[in-house]
């Protein structure tokens, strides 16, 4: 059990474009999700936090117009990058915990993103 | 601010030998201490986990042991298997639930033949 998902796990865009990242816990509901991003032989940074229904929380430094989140549903969080740039090539991952009481947050495989 | 630290970026083991991670941090809010392993370009993968009332949790080979008075707490793997080769995070969390997760910068285990 425990299962999360990330759509695609590798994408190359050009400059300027969008890209959206799908994160999907596969056997929970997930009221919280949250989004990182890992540089090479860094940390992972988390980026938001991601409630389904109401907007996303911010970390400080984080541009929430250009990294949107959206969690339509219990098993379905969404990460846009808006007019991708090339510094924003990085490895983003996604995690999710169980509804509840637990505190183990389950993550999923990470998308590689490259900009052009 | 890093309130999670793991001051050493690698550590290299003999199979079979006992590995020692260790994570220090700083803020006493930290209520749970979560250990995960990590593979390049993959996912972090969850190992184990300890409340901040306890001082020891054991599953399989893997032991956190949790010092709250030195701020402290360290993952023990016996033995040693050359799996168990990645990164290692510790991360700290406030409370229940869904919270969010400060990690440390991360420790390379090699586990050596």
């Known amino acids: 059990g425990a299962v999360v998902s990330q759509h695609p796990s590798w994408v190359i865009c050009k400059s300027g474009t969008s890209v959206k990242i799908e994160c999907r816990s596969l056997d929970f509901q997930a009221t919280t999700m949250f989004w990182y991003r890992q540089f090479p032989k860094q940390s992972l940074m988390l980026m938001a936090t991601s409630n389904e229904g109401s907007k996303a929380t911010y970390e400080q430094g984080v541009e929430k117009d250009k990294f949107l989140i959206n969690h339509a549903s219990l098993t379905l969080s969404t990460l846009t990058v808006t007019s991708a740039h090339p510094e924003d090539s990085s490895f983003y991952i996604c995690?999710?915990?169980?509804?509840?009481?637990?505190?183990?947050?389950?993550f999923g495989p990470g998308t590689r993103l490259t900009v052009t | 601010d890093q309130q999670v630290k793991q001051n050493s970026p690698s550590l290299s083991v003999q199979e079979g030998r006992i590995s020692i991670l260790n994570c220090d941090y700083t803020?006493?809010?930290?209520?749970?201490f979560l250990w995960y392993k990590k593979y390049p370009a993959e996912g972090p993968t969850f190992l184990i986990s300890?409340?901040?009332?306890?001082d020891k949790n054991e599953d399989g080979r893997f032991t956190v042991f949790l010092n709250k008075s030195a701020k402290h707490l360290s993952l023990h793997i016996v033995p040693s298997q050359p799996g168990d080769s990645a990164v290692y995070f510790c991360?700290?969390?406030?409370?229940?639930?869904?919270?969010?997760?400060?990690f440390g910068q991360g420790t390379r285990l090699t586990i050596n033949p």
């Open positions: 300890i409340s901040s009332i306890k």
């Open positions: 803020n006493s809010m930290f209520d749970y």
């Open positions: 995690s999710a915990g169980e509804t509840g009481m637990r505190v183990e947050q389950y």
């Open positions: 991360a700290a969390t406030p409370g229940q639930g869904a919270q969010k997760l400060v």
